[in-house]
């Protein structure tokens, strides 16, 4: 996916005709999408491009918050913001305190922990994309752990199974 479409800055892109929207054309187009049983965005591509994306404005460099347009070329981002999006597809119909709950507890969280620029996934990302090094992890020792898909009690004379 590329951040120009036919020429076109997709990144600094203004909202066609969603600014110009009444809540009330809103409230309807998406009850003509087949309300709670659909989502209203197909994917999270889609709820960050066309809604979240305006609600987080690219922060001015020196503010110490760092993005990056490849957002979905972080894993961490990529999790993080599917999450924000599912909650926003589930709280969207709560009339009395969705929105609320959405913004205090999964999107403001999420977004201090994306954009902050020495812990977040983008904070190599300032000068343009950088790839995220994965934690580094050692084989650990035979039989320290099991597949605990398994049936029965797994634990079930484990040296290590706490009674």
């Known amino acids: 996916m590329s951040n120009t479409d036919e020429g076109k ?6 909202p066609d005709d969603d600014a110009n929207k009444s809540t009330n054309e809103i409230l309807e187009e998406e009850k003509a ?9 197909g994917n999270v591509n889609e709820f960050v491009t066309d809604r979240l994306r305006y609600l987080y404005p690219l922060p001015p460099a020196g503010s110490g918050w760092a993005w990056c347009a490849e957002w ?10 599917d999450s924000v999006w599912r909650a926003w ?17 999964h999107a403001d969280p999420m977004m201090r922990a994306l954009l902050d620029p020495a812990t977040g996934p983008f904070a190599k990302c300032i000068g343009g ?3 995220d090094e994965p934690l580094p992890v050692m084989e650990p020792p035979s039989g ?15 040296p290590l199974a706490l009674d």
């Not at 800055?9 to 203004?14: F, G, I």
């Not at 999408?33 to 965005?41: E, I, K, P, W």
């Not at 979905?72 to 913001?81: D, M, P, T």
């Open 9 to 14: 800055d997709t990144v600094n892109a203004q």
């Open 129 to 131: 994309h950088r790839s």
């Open 72 to 81: 979905y070329r972080h894993a961490q981002a990529l999790s993080r913001l």
């Open 89 to 105: 597809e589930n709280l969207r119909f709560d009339a009395a305190l969705g929105m609320s709950a959405w913004w205090i507890h």
């Open 33 to 41: 999408r087949d309300g709670s049983a659909r989502l209203f965005y």
């Open 144 to 158: 320290l752990f099991f597949d605990q898909r398994t049936q029965g009690d797994p634990l079930a004379g484990h």
